[in-house]
């Protein structure tokens, strides 16, 4: 390990993709402001953690499973595992610098290993040709493929997801997600990695924005209450927290889109906010207005379906 304070984990990269701010409330906030974990939350943890279990308990492979040790125990018994050779490895820990990675699984494969996880979710968005990989599953096997890249045991930068259809979804991290998303998985994990380096060396502040999974979160009640304290443009379900950054600036609150001449923003069919064309930015005056009426609560979020709710 670095002389980082805290280490970078899989579990930080799949809450910052999902809510940049979280990170940085789970290692510098008070604790006792967070709210008990959300039912649903719990349920799906729950979920995980049987459909783990009934994989492991249905192969037929010859498997090594770690799950009994902990901490630097584990990560002991897990490296002398790779250096045996062993070819299937459940419940693993693995560490390089300041990266932390705890893999359900670790396969050899020809000179080194690929990581795994074990998701009681699809592995994918969409079927087919349509089919999308998850940036937050990519980011975590990302973390994982980098941590072996580092230790010099890393085979090849395809690892994979066994899903809740009994599928193993590769995660070429290399491959380019589209033809309008030319980014690799690879790069979104480098930015990744970065926005969390710099959260956990406190050069980069973050703000709460609300969205769709803010409910189940354990810090929706202190996030909210900043929001709504500050008036901030999340509320309104129109506008995330992009477009909210790009307007802040010139349209900080609330209170001062329900004010504003917006036509002043607009020429032609383009606005002066990157992301929000002019229909949009001519409505949403009239949505501060009604959540100015309905007492400054957040309004009808239907639209943002929780990220956890599409696994």
């Not at 402001?33 to 492991?56: C, M, P, S």
């Not at 480098?190 to 980069?204: F, G, M, P, S, Y």
């Not at 917006?262 to 009239?286: E, Q």
């Amino acid at each position: 390990m670095s002389d980082m304070s805290e280490p970078i984990t899989a579990a930080m990269l799949y809450d910052l993709v999902q809510c940049p701010h979280r990170p940085a409330m789970d290692l510098f906030d008070d604790a006792t402001k967070r709210d008990e974990i959300n039912a649903f939350v719990q349920l799906l943890w729950e979920k995980g953690t049987a459909y783990e279990h009934q994989v492991i308990d249905g192969l037929t492979l010859p498997i090594l499973d770690l799950s009994r040790y902990a901490g630097d125990e584990k990560e002991r018994q897990t490296f002398e595992a790779m250096q045996r050779g062993e070819p299937l490895i459940y419940s693993a820990r693995i560490t390089a610098d300041d990266l932390l990675g705890d893999p359900d699984l670790l396969r050899r494969e020809s000179d080194g290993y690929v990581a795994g996880d074990i998701k009681s979710g699809s592995g994918e968005y969409g079927d087919g040709d349509d089919a999308k990989l998850k940036k937050h599953y990519g980011v975590q096997l990302s973390l994982y493929t980098d941590i072996l890249e580092r230790r010099g045991l890393a085979s090849s930068r395809r690892p994979f997801v066994w899903d809740i259809h009994g599928e193993e979804v590769t995660y070429d991290l290399e491959e380019p997600q589209g033809k309008r998303n030319p980014w690799t998985m690879w790069e979104v994990y480098q930015e990744a990695l970065a926005k969390a380096q710099r959260i956990v060396a406190q050069t980069e502040r973050t703000e709460p924005a609300y969205c769709g999974a803010c409910k189940l979160c354990h810090w929706y009640t202190a996030c909210l209450d900043k929001l709504e304290k500050s008036d901030d443009l999340t509320l309104l379900p129109e506008l995330g927290r992009a477009k909210r950054d790009v307007m802040v600036d010139r349209i900080p609150t609330v209170s001062d889109l329900a004010a504003a001449n917006v036509d002043g923003f607009i020429s032609g069919k383009k606005s002066d906010f990157r992301g929000i064309g002019p229909d949009t930015l001519r409505k949403v005056p009239r949505a501060g207005q009604a959540h100015q009426d309905e007492g400054r609560e957040p309004l009808s979020d239907s639209a943002r379906e929780p990220p956890l709710l599409r696994d």
